[in-house]
């Protein structure tokens, strides 16, 4: 039986055991250097049941162009774990490398069962369903809610006062015919 294939983009120093470790520096412990910001990447199509992407995506230039070639490598099914930081916290607007910005419905643009992706489909092909969401709040710590009163009050909350929502990070599921 095949092993399955995880994949760890953009790990830095995080090396993960069971992980292709992905980065664009040879650091110890990189299985593959490659600049994730040149496409293609450097597998086959449907090769991962895992990818993971902690605090990677808002270092690049195209996301959507990086979406595109996550759901490319991912096998039908695959789990995609991402962690960004929220639009409005210290941690998004300090860093100086950071070149893109997130909030709770960017992620809506690649899930057809979201309006935003059924109103836009021509943004990308790539297709996920948001499978769970996590909202790091400041005095919540992680916590899930599909409630929407709930997410609506901290949607008012967080626009308005910042560093209410720190971090936030959604599995989804790869959408192939």
């Known amino acids: 039986m095949e092993k399955p294939l995880r994949l760890n983009m953009g790990c830095g120093s995080d090396i993960r055991t069971g992980y292709i470790n992905l980065d664009n520096a040879e650091l110890e ?22 990818i993971i992407l902690i605090n990677v995506l808002e270092h690049l230039e195209d996301t959507i162009k990086v979406m595109e070639e996550i759901w490319r490598i991912a096998r039908p099914g695959a789990k995609v774990i991402l962690r960004v930081p929220y639009w409005n916290s210290m941690d998004s607007i300090t ?25 836009r489909p021509y943004y990308s092909t790539a297709r996920f369903s948001i499978d769970r969401e996590f909202y790091y709040v400041k005095f919540l710590k992680y916590f899930k809610t599909r409630n929407p009163l709930f997410k609506g009050l901290l949607d008012i909350v967080s626009h308005h006062l910042n560093n209410v929502i720190w971090v936030l990070e959604y599995e989804l599921k790869v959408l192939k015919p």
Request: charged share 30%; aromatic share 20%; hydrophobic share 25%.
């Open 95 to 119: 860093d100086p490398t950071h070149k893109k910005f997130f909030n709770q419905n960017t992620f809506d643009f690649f899930d057809p069962s979201t309006k935003r992706c059924r109103n």
């Open 29 to 50: 412990g990189v299985d593959v250097a490659h600049s994730l910001e040149s496409f293609p990447y450097p597998f086959e199509d449907d090769t991962f049941e895992e």
